[in-house]
């Protein structure tokens, strides 16, 4: 059921799931608005307690994202214009990446530029066969200014990224897979629902479980081994004292499945 509608970004909510869709047709461009809707959706729902698991999709099946507005990008007339609008997105992105719940991105479609940004923010990525990556923003005489240069090379290494930046050529979802950008191929047609059944998966976990889990991830990755294994450990008492701990060894135990009040 949708629970709020901006011009670009709507939400609707199911079984503790939500369907984040960037509806800007046709190729659902990242404009400041866009940008702006996004990060007000990001964060109702991580306040959300109705929310376990978001759904990051474009709408209709041409785009997930193919980028930012190229127009509004013409308009920039100085440096500063320039750094603001790559502060503004790196923030949107940021507010993904360090959701207190897991991001999935549902790729149905062009994925280029701002657009594959985007998804390198999201903490899963399920692709469409047909789907296309890259970033090409060279070809526009620009850099990634969202993200890019900094997620690209975490993700699929240091000569890849290199390679996918400088030339701003574009690859198949295949070649995103075996590079490891994704986690999923599917057919087309099937992207939202893999999207939606691997959603609900996770929402059957507890909550408390699922939250430390991303954030000794997030920030082990920061940190360096000793310090992230410390992180770890703290992360784990937190989770083994909580009820839903308790409930799960007491379910696995009693060999039923567990039912999880999410505290």
């Keep these: 059921m949708p629970v709020t509608s901006g011009q670009n970004v709507k939400v609707a909510i199911e079984d503790r799931v939500a369907v984040v869709t960037i509806d800007h047709r046709p190729v659902n461009a990242l404009d400041r608005q866009t940008l702006e809707e996004l990060g007000q959706a990001m964060e109702a729902m991580a306040g959300d307690p109705s929310v376990k698991v978001v759904i990051l999709t474009g709408g209709g ?3 997930f994202v193919a980028g930012a507005d190229i127009k509004e990008v013409s308009q920039l007339g100085s440096a500063d214009a320039a750094k603001a609008m790559a502060t503004l997105g790196q923030s949107v992105f940021l507010k993904i990446q360090r959701l207190n719940k897991p991001v999935i991105a549902a790729i149905n479609g062009v994925c280029l530029g701002g657009g594959c940004e985007l998804a390198m923010a999201c903490h899963l990525r399920i692709s469409g066969d047909r789907a296309r990556f890259g970033q090409p923003e060279i070809n526009l005489g620009i850099i990634p200014g969202w993200g890019g240069t900094q997620r690209l090379p975490r993700l699929i290494g240091r000569a890849k990224a290199i390679e996918w930046i400088l030339t701003g050529d574009m690859y198949s979802a295949q070649e995103a897979l075996r590079l490891g950008l994704v986690n999923q191929v599917v057919p087309q047609d099937q992207v939202l629902k893999v999207a939606k059944d691997f959603a609900r998966k996770i929402a059957s976990k507890g909550l408390v479980a699922i939250q430390q889990s991303l954030r ?5 990755l920061q940190l360096s081994l000793e310090q992230g294994l410390a992180r ?6 937190l989770v083994a004292s909580s009820e839903d701990s308790r409930e799960g060894v007491r379910a696995f135990l009693e060999k039923r499945q567990p039912q999880f009040k999410d505290r």
């Design 232 to 237: 770890a450990a703290e992360a784990f008492g």
């Design 61 to 63: 099946s041409l785009a």
């Design 216 to 220: 000794a991830i997030e920030e082990g």
